[in-house]
């Protein structure tokens, strides 16, 4: 009695399953790579924030050595008190010789004025973009920040801003830096978002301005 013959292999088949093996190995390879190559984004991003704020903290040296020589620059006045108001929608940490934490927009926290000098070395972008307002002209001028200050909104203006009309609301936006633009789109998100009043017209216009459609907002369910 013969021995069966022996089952042919369909070397199509053969080449499909090759092929889809190694597409498995390209898709998990690609996956690999894809978070690697957010890994390195992220770092990235990291390190020019670091060499942004760096960079900032040099230029503040250097402004604040120019104006050894001037005359409104006064010695640390231990006996004399700075505040720092938080502007934006949420809470904010200054960094001192040690953290302090203002829990909510327009709260507020006092130092000494050797601290306040740390809080303004270690944190230059935050102070000089008005993310947190100082209300003290004194400091302001001993330390070289006049001329973020003339284009800042204060904080008393800030605060009562998405009261006043459209026209002047508009107005003030337009001449706001990019970071206090985003505090104002901010709090137009918060007051749609809780339900508060808001004037239509506002909503309406600055969200052209920035490209978003701030109507689209519901007051979130309770």
């Given at each position: 009695?013969?021995?069966?013959?022996?089952?042919?292999?369909?070397?199509?088949?053969?080449?499909?399953?090759?092929?889809?093996?190694?597409?498995?190995?390209?898709?998990?390879?690609?996956?690999?790579?894809?978070?690697?190559?957010?890994?390195?984004?992220?770092?990235?991003?990291?390190?020019?924030?670091?060499?942004?704020?760096?960079?900032?903290?040099?230029?503040?040296?250097?402004?604040?050595?120019?104006?050894?020589?001037?005359?409104?620059?006064?010695?640390?006045?231990?006996?004399?008190?700075?505040?720092?108001?938080?502007?934006?929608?949420?809470?904010?940490?200054?960094?001192?010789?040690?953290?302090?934490h203002?829990?909510?927009?327009f709260?507020?926290?006092?130092?000494?004025?050797?601290?306040?000098?740390?809080?303004?070395?270690?944190?230059?972008?935050?102070?000089?973009?008005?993310?947190?307002?100082?209300?003290?002209?004194?400091?302001?001028?001993e330390?070289?920040?006049?001329?973020?200050?003339?284009?800042?909104?204060?904080?008393?203006?800030?605060?009562?801003?998405?009261?006043?009309?459209?026209?002047e609301?508009?107005?003030?936006?337009?001449?706001?830096?990019?970071?206090?633009?985003?505090?104002?789109?901010?709090?137009?998100?918060?007051?749609?978002?809780?339900?508060?009043?808001?004037?239509?017209?506002?909503?309406?216009?600055?969200g052209?301005?920035?490209?978003?459609?701030?109507?689209?907002?519901?007051?979130?369910?309770?």
């Amino acid at each position: 009695m013969g021995r069966p013959p022996k089952a042919k292999t369909n070397p199509e088949v053969k080449e499909i399953e090759a092929t889809e093996n190694t597409n498995v190995q390209l898709e998990e390879a690609t996956v690999v790579v894809d978070a690697e190559k957010e890994e390195l984004r992220r770092q990235v991003a990291e390190q020019q924030k670091q060499m942004q704020e760096l960079m900032a903290q040099m230029k503040l040296m250097a402004e604040m050595v120019s104006n050894k020589g001037n005359a409104t620059e006064k010695p640390i006045n231990e006996k004399r008190n700075i505040t720092f108001i938080n502007m934006v929608n949420g809470g904010m940490n200054l960094k001192g010789t040690r953290y302090y934490h203002i829990d909510k927009q327009f709260g507020s926290k006092v130092v000494t004025d050797s601290e306040a000098r740390v809080i303004l070395s270690n944190m230059p972008n935050t102070i000089q973009s008005g993310l947190v307002y100082i209300n003290d002209i004194d400091f302001i001028k001993e330390n070289g920040l006049e001329d973020y200050y003339n284009g800042l909104i204060n904080d008393k203006t800030l605060r009562t801003l998405l009261d006043k009309d459209c026209d002047e609301v508009v107005e003030v936006y337009n001449g706001a830096n990019a970071e206090q633009k985003k505090i104002i789109l901010d709090m137009v998100v918060s007051r749609r978002l809780n339900g508060e009043k808001i004037d239509a017209n506002i909503v309406v216009e600055l969200g052209k301005l920035c490209g978003k459609n701030f109507m689209d907002y519901e007051p979130l369910e309770e």
